[in-house]
């Protein structure tokens, strides 16, 4: 369910894809009402094998969007079973941008 704080949505755990069937979460924020707004997706760090949206390192998504932005962080799969999943994963990220850059026109 949405949260809504001074003119600002944030939504949790929002699923943003289901490769290979396993869910892969997002948190987005952006100002209430808006149309047109510049974006901001924080895709965390772990070189593909570590690492998650959350914690000490993590984007907050509402102070991006006080700040006027749509933004997003992003889980992605991990690429800890087999060194091939790494460049899928890739793949993965090109094409969720992708997908965002449609969204935005």
Do not use: C
Request: hydrophobic share 45%.
């Amino acid at each position: 369910m949405p949260i809504v704080a001074d003119n600002i949505l944030v939504e949790r755990d929002v699923i943003y894809g289901r490769p290979d069937g396993a869910a892969v979460l997002a948190d987005i924020a952006y100002p209430e009402g808006r149309k047109s707004i510049p974006a901001i997706l924080y895709v965390h760090g772990g070189r593909w094998i570590t690492g998650e949206r959350v914690g000490r390192l993590q984007l907050y998504v509402e102070d991006w969007a006080k700040a006027g932005y749509f933004a997003m962080t992003i889980d992605y799969r991990l690429a800890t079973t087999s060194p091939r999943l790494t460049d899928q994963v890739v793949k993965e990220m090109l094409d969720f941008i992708a997908d965002v850059e449609t969204i935005k026109r």
